[in-house]
């Protein structure tokens, strides 16, 4: 990355110190890193202690066959009972584990003893229907607690699950269900969403009549959890209903224990091309990593604390960080159904108001999207309970960094930006809380126990100032294990970058400033070459984010004859601001000079959309690719993935009547 660019991502000089009285009573403080890196094996073997094992570990780590890992080797333990039976042991069970909350409005609280209840009913349940140790089953629900306690039933006895997104296909269900050969699919007739019931059952079973049509079909039963009532089509032969044979199922359930190795989930990462990618957990070291690193970025104390993770359980925040993480450490936490602005823009202020959440856990593209709605929504709101903010998913803007910090954190509390991946499983750099002074737009250094750098193309670390390829320089304990059936892809797409070094390459691009912290500058993909300058979509992005008009905005490199690539950006408007922009070119000018000013003239987008949507995958990342082709005058590629299908329509469109 050439020096130019990288100074010009030195502009940002805030740091924001963690409040006096958090860091007094911090769960984690700054020894813990020293502590780590005195022994970095002998500190997750303290942390290994923050479980029940049935039966210990003899071996912290087994790094014999790098890259493939065993973590607490000869450890047993049942995940079921770390995350809800020990907790009614311990005499918790009345503390309310779910404050589930559904978009029409019904409310369900769920506590630990009652938690403890469902997930033995349901996995007695799978026990009736044939599941045993090993066998995978897809779980294909809305956000409601069954999503939980199926999970947590999976992982009781032993199955391993694969959860799909309540919003992807039946086909993209259809090729998870195939590719890990689910024997059970747990769905439900449908979710709310936006204010109306959503099917969930037809798609499952149209994502059978498609295997069944590949002569694949291993699939025994559909166990159909009842949500909205809503008609469903019935197959007698495998449809079972959930309150049927979950809730007449006996209560009391022996967990058994499993190999620290088994097993635990598999998540399919989004957004590439060809096969979806079958990331594969296991049981000890990932419950582990999750347990502490929630614990000391959240500095949960699980008495007093509400928290509240926005994410699905579809997505990999949702597994660490709603289920696994959270219920390790006896959680109370808000299980929420729908969408943000249902029914009304103010639901999520309104329901960390109605249940004092202390601990908020979002992504920026959320916030970004607040941001547009202006602030006199969540001012409307008393959100004097919380006390720290999390990011997730992508770099946080500078501007959306301070408005979360300023509006919502009401200047009080500290943001944790955490950088990890589907491949991590846990958090991997992010501040502590009651340790680092934050840095809006920067994740800051890698956690206790972990070992983050940023290497050049040789793999060499680059001096502070500098920027490279974000890499990890030491196995954790809850590292994906493989990709689920191609060894040989998981060696090659993680580990033969960097081989010599053993280094996991990360695929993202990140600088280090001068006091050693990381700034991430996303995918090393969406790293643009301009005129023989690198340049990040993230730094442009930001710098248009911090015009006062400006809401959102995406930016690609498109090719380009003289300059290689250059700059396309697609710009949506602060609402008011549209009305104000009849004099759509001023304004672009007027952006686009905004942008050789905060970074440099190298920087100016060639062009300027004004758009009123951007192409989204359904975890909410922009998906730039699109936004190439329309940049580059090409056909639009593969829309399946995007979370609304008619974005590219209209900004394809808009494309054509202003050239
Ligand atoms: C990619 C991983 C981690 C759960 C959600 C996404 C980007 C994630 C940050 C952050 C900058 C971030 C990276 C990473 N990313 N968090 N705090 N700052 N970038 O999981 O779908 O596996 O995506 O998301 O590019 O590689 P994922």
Redo the contacts with the bound molecule.
């Keep these: 990355m050439s020096e130019e660019t990288l100074s010009n991502l030195s502009t940002e000089t805030r740091s924001f110190e963690p409040p006096a009285e958090l860091a007094a009573a911090a769960n984690v403080k700054a020894d813990a890193y020293a502590a780590a890196d005195a022994d970095r094996l002998a500190f997750w073997a303290e942390q290994a202690g923050r479980l029940d094992w049935a039966e210990p570990f003899t071996q912290v780590l087994d790094w014999s066959n790098a890259p493939f890992a065993k973590w607490f080797v000869g450890g047993k333990l049942n995940i079921a009972h770390n995350c809800v039976d020990r907790h009614v042991e311990a005499g918790r069970g009345d503390q309310v584990a779910l404050h589930f909350v559904g978009e029409p409005g019904d409310t369900r609280d769920i506590t630990y003893a009652q938690l403890k209840d469902e997930v033995s009913r349901a996995a007695n349940a799978l026990e009736e229907l044939g599941i045993e140790p090993g066998d995978r089953v897809a779980i294909y629900l809305p956000m409601i607690p069954e999503a939980v306690i199926a999970m947590l039933a999976c992982a009781r006895v032993g199955a391993t699950h694969t959860v799909v997104f309540g919003g992807f296909s039946a086909d993209a269900l259809a090729s998870r269900i195939a590719d890990c050969n689910a024997k059970l699919v747990i769905t439900a007739d449908g979710g709310y969403r936006r204010g109306a019931p959503s099917a969930l059952k037809p798609a499952v079973d149209e994502a059978l009549v498609k295997i069944d049509n590949d002569n694949t079909a291993i699939v025994e039963n559909v166990l159909v959890v009842r949500r909205t009532g809503q008609d469903v089509a019935w197959n007698g032969d495998i449809d079972v209903w959930w309150h049927e044979v979950v809730d007449e199922s006996s209560e009391i359930h022996e967990a058994k224990a499993f190999d620290a190795e088994h097993p635990l989930f598999v998540m399919y ?3 590439t091309t060809g096969k979806p990618k079958g990331i594969l957990h296991t049981t000890g070291g990932y419950l582990v990593g999750t347990a502490y690193t929630h614990h000391a970025v959240f500095d949960l104390k699980p008495e007093t604390d509400v928290y509240w993770c926005t994410a699905d359980v579809g ?3 949702g597994h660490s960080y709603i289920v696994y993480g959270p219920l390790a450490n006896g959680v109370t936490q808000v299980l929420y159904e729908g969408t943000p602005d249902s029914p009304h823009k103010g639901r999520w202020w309104e329901i960390i108001e109605k249940y004092k959440v202390t601990l908020f856990y979002t992504a920026p593209t959320a916030i970004r999207t607040f941001m547009k709605w202006g602030r006199s929504i969540p001012d409307g709101f008393d959100l004097s309970s919380l006390r720290l903010l999390g ?6 803007n500078p501007e959306a960094y301070m408005w979360y910090r300023d509006v919502i954190g009401g200047d009080r509390c500290p943001i944790v ?7 991590t499983g846990m958090m991997m750099i992010s501040p502590l809380p009651g340790v680092t002074a934050g840095k809006p737009g920067s ?1 800051m250094t890698a956690l206790p126990g972990v070992g983050a750098d940023v290497v050049d193309e040789a793999g060499v670390p680059v001096p502070n100032g500098s920027g490279g390829y974000l890499v990890l320089t030491e196995p954790w304990p809850s590292m994906l294990r493989t990709l689920m059936g191609d060894d040989e892809r998981f060696v090659d797409t993680y580990w033969s970058r960097f081989k010599e070094q053993g280094y996991y390459f ?3 691009g990140a600088k280090k400033d001068e006091d050693g912290a990381i700034w ?1 500058l ?2 090393v993909d969406d790293v643009m070459n301009i005129s023989g300058h690198r340049l990040s979509t993230t730094e442009i992005e930001s710098a248009l984010v911090s015009h006062p008009r400006v809401a959102e905005a995406a930016v690609v490199g498109a090719a380009d004859e003289t300059t290689g690539q250059a700059i396309v950006a697609y710009v949506i408007l602060r609402e008011g601001a549209l009305a104000e922009a009849t004099q759509g070119e001023e304004l672009v000018a007027e952006l686009r000079n905004h942008v050789a000013k905060e970074i440099g003239a190298i920087a100016k987008p060639r062009s300027i959309m004004l758009v009123p949507e951007l192409p989204k995958t359904r ?1 909410g ?1 922009i998906m730039r690719r699109l936004l190439k082709d329309v940049a580059e005058n090409r056909v639009v590629g593969d829309t399946t993935t995007l979370a609304d299908s008619n974005v590219m329509d209209l900004i394809a469109a808009g494309a054509k009547t202003s050239t």
């Design positions: 990462s989004s957004g997505w990999i925040t990011s997730v998913g992508e770099p946080i930006d955490t950088w990890w991946q589907t491949e994740a990360a695929g993202d991430l996303g995918r975890s990342k």
